[in-house]
């Protein structure tokens, strides 16, 4: 299964507030129930993503000035991909 | 007014610099409180610090260069505050006069139970913008999210972009003015006609905005359709 379908499933089964971030090996995602009041925020440049529930946790990592930063919306799923990196 | 840099030797005269990466965030709000406060005042480093310069209450221009986090400007009275980055949850809540200009984004309920003065926020706002509003004016330059205007009960909401669901819910008699797509209306909120006071109050709003090329004919307006103002039998099963 994939985690963007993982993460359908996760909307269609949880009740309740939640903003979470889902990781594994290969991916990252972000998701927030339909309400949306829990914060979050999500920084992304070409070289990492990062997500934290207030921009002051994101303030100090490299290159975060040039990042694009913006909110989730609401039971959106916001997904990446480790790329392959070869030895 | 003397010139004083706080953590900062290059301040121009009559601006006064709060660098937040050397002094702490209380005694720069401590700073922005002080009696007979005056000049221009620039907050740098903010690093995404909660309430920056909240409980202003003083005719002066405060510049903030850099992101925001919670409740910023929160309060504010007189003061003409312009954050050069975004702004966390509830940035100019309860605002009461002056004018707070947001570069980038606002996080949710931006302008919450303002009672007067402008909030502009020139990219997105999220979730619940002018929530419970009691007489602030917004406009925004981009989208706003679910929940906007809900129980607003005085003050105009302009969206240049779009709005999310559930937008003016159990509003009172707030005037809601967009100009892209509504996802849904909440309760009791309808679209009504622009009629020429109408078109007059957005143009008014919008040169205000520094948005004065917006042609106000192309925005819908929002408003109350005044059904959920009295206890009706008929709702009984509701309660």
Sequence with gaps: MT??????????????????????????????????????????????????????????LPGVEHARIWEPEPEVIYAWTREEVTA | MSTTAVGSTDAPAGVTIHDLSQTTLREVNAALHA??????????????????????????????NGHVGYYAAGMNQKAEVVINGNAGTGVAENMMSGTVVVRGNASQSAGATAHGGLLVIEG???????????????????????NSA??????????????????????????????????SLGADCVAKQMRTEHL????????????EDDDPASYTRYGSARTLYHFQATNTSAY
């Design chain 2, 200 to 211: 007059e109050e957005l143009a008014g709003l919008l040169k205000a905005a520094g948005f």
């Design chain 2, 35 to 64: 009696p007979d406060l005056d000049g221009e005042h620039v907050v740098e480093h903010p690093f995404g610090a909660h309430s920056v310069a909240v409980g202003v209450d003083a005719p002066v221009k405060i510049t903030v």
């Design chain 2, 150 to 183: 809900f129980m607003a009960q005085a003050g105009r909401l302009v969206v240049r972009g779009d709005a999310g669901e559930g937008l003016g819910d159990s509003i009172y008699e707030a005037r809601v003015y967009v100009r892209g797509q509504v996802a």
């Design chain 1, 3 to 60: 985690i963007d379908a993982a993460l359908e499933e996760l909307c269609a089964t949880f009740d309740g507030f939640y903003t979470l971030l889902v990781s594994n090996r290969d991916s990252f995602a972000v998701v927030r129930d339909a309400i949306a009041c829990k914060p979050a925020v999500i920084a992304e440049t070409d070289d990492w993503v990062a997500m934290a529930s207030e921009f002051r946790a994101l303030a100090h």
């Design chain 2, 124 to 146: 997105d706002a999220a979730a619940r913008c002018g929530i419970s509003m009691k007489g602030v004016d917004i406009v925004v330059g981009g989208n706003i999210g679910h």
